[in-house]
């Protein structure tokens, strides 16, 4: 393959790139246009996030990512990255542009001796932690199995394992990256150590991950789970049940809070599910208080480990379209929460399947990492919520309701909570806009000149402009 002087695919067409399929020096994997009904694949998660490629590409290692690259940069094509396919404005889709979809390289290897897991970048977090559990390891993830590890880690990482392992961008110890002009480096503490820096939180602005080195954890072989069901009345006992439960919480429990209908007979519920790492004796004496409240539904249980990705399964069952916000609070008051009910039942008249999380992760291991220390920004905010509006069919009057929740969460906290993006992988909305930094800054805040920097350095071009545009510092 010819490159020139900057690195990138030279004499680049159609024609040329569909002939590397039979060329196993250069493109390996699969080419596809809108003509190719066998292969060419652009569903999303959110069915309103959907958009015609011109080409969708689907690599098979980092040459390939290289190649599609180069091809994307030669014909003039915007760029998007597809891994989970999850996100919720648009990120992974490029109308009329060029996708790199990476569900074809999911390989999990484990170097034991290290205690180092190789993630590539088309892994969802069902197929890492399965893979990882056969050897009895794990790396944190979220609570949703479909979700992409790279775009996951890459944003931060919150999920059950937070209290004792921290995020799961501060658990990278290495990266296989291809770059905006078409290179391949290694990234490590030794090689690129400012490449490691900035995709701890700094997400998808200096190239395509082809594979995550991530620090190995033994994790229990079982778990503590619950799952209690409340009706709205319960709400005042519920948040002050929380609440006193915050006082001595652990780093080895966390609680998610939702505001649901259930499918079953239409009704909306209080939801409490919270994973322990530890047994059914000491899950009991932890959380009894909450079987006292008297749910009309309750189950208590030890699962196997790796089954804790699955509990949000059944998420992945509501198709149509998704729009998606998370909320920053440190107060969780019984009116603020009452409020934010009040608000989403009103929201499900026009979104029937939509949901408020509420989260409860304990934050001591991701508080003591000083902010400067990775790109991710938000190490003090240790409550955060995920507003999803979901089978709508009015989206402005959506986003509305989405928004006005949002406001809801933080009105009782403190100005620093209320102007924070919180969560930079729940802020969908903020996110995708690519046509200024205003909010890149707002999200990284003392951050964000570094990665000014590293956008100079790496992609001045701003080839990779979907999440939280970053624009190169002004030489």
């Known amino acids: 393959m010819a490159r020139g002087s900057e690195g990138f695919f030279i004499g680049a067409s159609l024609f040329a790139l569909i002939t590397l399929r039979d060329d196993t020096q250069c493109f390996k994997g699969v080419i596809s246009t809108p003509s190719d009904t066998g292969t060419y694949q652009v569903e999303r998660y959110a069915t309103n996030t959907v958009e015609q490629a011109a080409y969708v590409v689907f690599p098979t290692d980092a040459e390939d990512i290289s190649a599609a690259i180069g091809f ?12 989970g396919r999850h996100h919720l404005a648009g990120s992974s889709s490029s109308k009329g542009g060029l996708v790199i979809d990476m569900r074809n390289m999911t390989g999990v290897r484990v170097d034991q001796e290290r205690k180092v897991g190789y993630i590539q970048g088309g892994t969802t977090a069902h197929r890492a932690v399965q893979e990882l559990y056969k050897h009895s390891r794990s790396i944190p993830v979220g609570v949703c199995g479909s979700v992409g590890v790279i775009g996951l880690v890459i944003g931060g990482g919150i999920g059950y394992s937070t209290g004792q392992y921290g995020l799961a961008c501060d658990n990278v110890v290495s990266a296989t990256m291809v770059l905006a002009n ?3 480096v290694h990234v490590d503490e030794q090689e690129n150590e400012d490449l490691l820096w900035g995709i701890k939180g700094g997400g998808s602005n200096f190239g395509v991950i082809a594979e995550l080195g991530m620090r190995l954890h033994e994790p229990r072989s079982d778990v503590y789970h619950i799952e209690h069901l409340y009706v709205p009345e319960q709400l005042p006992a519920l948040v002050a049940e929380i609440n006193a439960w915050l006082e001595v919480q652990t780093p080895q429990e966390a609680l998610i809070l939702t505001f649901a209908r259930a499918p079953q007979d239409g009704n909306p519920y209080l939801i409490l599910g919270g994973v322990g790492f530890f047994d059914s004796e000491e899950g009991e004496q932890r959380w009894g208080r909450f079987m006292k409240l008297g749910p009309v539904v309750s189950k208590s249980e030890q699962i196997p480990y790796d089954k804790t ?4 399964d059944h998420a992945d069952e509501i198709l149509g379209p998704k729009i998606a916000q998370g909320g920053c609070y440190n107060n969780f008051d019984y009116e603020m929460v009452q409020r934010s009910f009040d608000i989403w039942l009103c929201a499900t008249l026009i979104a029937t399947s939509s949901i408020i999380v509420y989260e409860f992760w304990d934050y001591g291991v991701v508080s003591r990492i000083p902010v400067a220390s990775t790109a991710y920004p938000l190490r003090t905010m240790d409550k955060v919520a995920l507003i999803c509006l979901m089978g709508f069919t009015d989206e402005v009057e959506a986003k509305k309701r989405c928004e006005e929740i949002r406001k809801c969460i933080s009105s009782t906290s403190t100005d ?4 924070s993006v919180g969560y930079i992988n729940y802020a969908h909305g903020l996110s995708a806009d690519n046509t200024t930094d205003g909010n890149a800054r707002r999200a990284f805040g003392t951050n964000y000149p570094r990665l000014q920097q590293l956008k100079r350095k790496y992609d001045p071009d701003m080839v990779f402009n979907k999440w939280f545009c970053i624009k190169p510092v002004e030489v």
């Open 72 to 83: 994307a940069r030669a014909e003039g094509l915007p760029l998007a990255i597809a891994g």
């Open 182 to 184: 078409g290179d391949i």
């Open 309 to 312: 990705v699955s509990l949000f």
């Open 416 to 419: 620093a909570a209320k102007n």
